[in-house]
């Protein structure tokens, strides 16, 4: 068994890994449901990049300000905030207007695979191999099913499902970025939250549609506490404990488990139909993703989810 993928002797419990994976499996789902949520009230996806940001900003700002005054805030932190931050929350919270949360199941943590490997072999110079490529072309099996089911009524999702194709490969940019730069998770998630919020809330506040009094006081909070608190800074610590533990190709293949997830949970909580080839869509891009995090790439393996 290769090392990565073990508990080290005398450390943490196989058991733990597991559970830190899973709590990071449900509120990256959570995220698919929460952000559809949102969608379909009166908030905009202005009001919920709002949210986000300024709720994580909040928190991560003293914390900066007592343990990390090391970190630099340069050119590179503009790039990442305007990918993996305040760019990528702009595109999807407005993608989650028009698209169901089946849809953006396949079309975020389902496409990430096959958006980061583009990446990567365009910023990074790393070929997928064999076994890659074979999940990419069944996730690929997947998008076509979303595609058809888009179109099969007319327009369909396609503003929605295109503002969330852009986010994911937004999300994937900024992935290969922070492998190139060499970035550490704790780096870009202050920096990109501080970043992007400083670069955000002035020109929200200022100029951009708000709906926030549309909504209640406690619906407010709730979108704030699970965008700005569980997604940006508690399912990172969760993930990173997870894959310290676990290893990359367990974590991996366990992350694979969201798309479907919080697309079959859509239903019931949502009330949102499932159509046979949304259904099938889902089991091609898990499965896909299942399948490509097997293969020994690092860089692809260890890719976050985009939340």
């Known amino acids: ?19 830190w994976a899973g709590l990071t499996v449900m509120i990256w789902s959570g995220f698919i449901l929460m952000s559809r949520f949102g969608g379909k009230s009166p908030l905009t996806g202005w009001d919920i990049t709002a949210l986000r940001f300024g709720t994580a900003a909040l928190v991560l700002l003293p914390v900066w300000l007592r343990h990390h005054r090391d970190l630099h805030f340069n050119g590179q ?70 595609g058809m089911d888009s179109f099969k009524d007319g327009l369909g999702h396609w503003q929605g499902d295109l503002l969330l194709l852009s986010g994911s490969f937004s999300w994937a940019l900024y992935t290969a970025l922070v492998r190139r730069w060499r970035v550490s998770p704790w780096d870009a998630t202050l920096g990109v939250a501080l970043t992007s919020a400083a670069l955000y809330m002035p020109i929200y506040l200022l100029w951009l549609p708000k709906e926030i009094s549309q909504v209640s006081w406690g619906f407010l909070a709730f979108q704030a506490a699970y965008h700005g608190i569980l997604v940006v800074i508690v399912a990172m610590l969760f993930y990173m404990r ?66």
Do not use: D
Request: net charge positive; aromatic share 6%.
């Open 77 to 146: 932190t503009l790039v990442l905030a305007l990918t993996g931050g305040a760019g990528f929350g702009m595109l999807v919270y407005s993608g989650f207007k028009f698209s169901s949360a089946a849809h953006a199941a396949i079309l975020l943590p389902g496409m990430l695979p096959f958006a980061v490997s583009i990446m990567a072999w365009l910023i990074l110079g790393e070929r997928p191999g064999s076994q890659r490529w074979a999940g990419l072309a069944v996730i690929g099996g997947g998008l076509v099913c979303l």
């Open 242 to 307: 997870a894959m310290v533990i676990l290893g990359p190709t367990r974590v991996g293949t366990l992350m694979a488990l969201v798309p479907a997830i919080a697309g079959l949970a859509s239903a019931p909580i949502l009330g949102e139909a499932l159509s046979p080839l949304i259904l099938l869509g889902l089991g091609l891009v898990s499965g896909g993703a299942c399948f490509g995090s097997l293969t020994r790439i690092p860089f692809i393996r260890r890719s976050p989810c985009p939340t």
């Open 1 to 19: 068994m290769h090392p990565q993928n073990a508990a080290s002797p005398g450390g943490p419990s196989l058991r733990s890994g597991y559970l």
